[in-house]
């Protein structure tokens, strides 16, 4: 690790504004990559969990190992870790992070395979029942996707909320499904919302201000539940989309603005993601590969 214990260069020195974030204009590369290390050693709320090494994908079965080690890696700048499936080697994800100390959002990956829809049902169910669940998310995106009608993914959420009554439930969409479906917020405890300026062509500079209006969305559709930002981050290298420039500086800068905010205004961020996966580049293209803090090689990228 690169840190240097008494550099002088702090996040405090610089300007922040609500919604532009810092000011990044005098700032050299240099001095960003020693603010993005002091921003991830300051240590952040939570990180979605990163799960397949080079090779991997999911279906393929991981080990307890590579789950442990990993976790191991992220444990010292994270609060809260998220896991996005309860089967194939994910279980072990609540179960070692709870071990570690950390708190776990876990999610039951539902899709259009109802049979193994159960099995990642009774999954999160029996790691809640273990104790090893702070909050149960039933389904990622699922409406986003079309992979699911509203009312199967309704019977889901009742049934793990009957099944755990002493647990936060709640459902992972992209900010605006919630605004369009309030039977769904009606139905969880709290609302868990992705937010990516990203994928919407925003250019850098206004990125933060974008994601607050996001947030500022959900929040209303929320109606006074509890909203998390369950996925935020930005690609590292990779193609361009409209404004969104993907490389190694705008990832920084995005990281340091999204840590700031949560900081400043104590908002609860998840941030996407831990560790680079190479299998992603299928359906997000070549920039899915590069969403990590991590490299792929287990390294810290800046």
Not at 36 to 46: I, S, V
Not at 193 to 207: D, H, I, K, L, T
């Amino acid at each position: 690790m690169s840190y240097r214990k008494g550099h002088h260069f702090t996040l405090e020195k610089h300007s922040y504004s609500s919604h532009a974030g810092i000011d990044f204009s005098k700032v050299s590369e240099d001095e960003l990559r020693e603010l993005w290390l002091e921003t991830l050693q300051n240590g952040m709320h939570g990180l979605c969990f990163s799960m397949y090494e080079d090779g991997q994908k999911p279906g393929d079965v991981i080990t307890e190992e590579q789950v442990s080690r990993r976790i191991e890696i992220i444990k010292p700048y994270t609060k809260w870790v998220r896991s996005f499936s309860c089967i194939e080697g994910n279980e072990h994800i609540p179960r070692i992070a709870k071990q570690q100390g950390l708190k776990t959002m876990v999610g039951a990956w539902l899709g259009d395979d109802l049979e193994l829809n159960e099995k990642e049902i009774a999954g999160l169910i029996t790691l809640a029942k273990e104790g090893c669940v702070d909050i149960a998310a039933v389904g990622n995106e699922v409406l986003y996707r079309n992979d699911l009608t509203k009312e199967q993914l309704l019977g889901y959420i009742h049934r793990v909320k009957e099944a755990l009554p002493n647990t936060q439930v709640g459902y992972v969409d992209a900010y605006y499904e919630f605004t369009q479906h309030p039977d769904i917020v009606d139905a969880t405890d709290v609302v868990l919302a992705n937010c990516y300026p990203y994928w919407e062509g925003c250019p850098m500079e206004y990125s933060l201000n974008h994601m607050q209006q996001m947030f500022g969305q959900a929040t209303d559709a929320a109606r006074g539940k509890k909203v998390i930002i369950t996925e935020t981050g930005w690609p590292s290298e990779g193609s361009t989309l409209r404004g969104s420039i993907s490389n190694a500086v705008n990832a920084m800068k995005y990281f340091i603005n999204t840590q700031a905010w949560s900081a400043k205004d104590d908002i609860d961020i998840l941030y996407f993601s831990s560790f680079d996966e190479s299998w992603k580049v299928g359906a997000e293209g070549d920039v899915g590969a590069f969403w990590g803090l991590w490299d792929k090689n287990e390294k810290l990228k800046f």
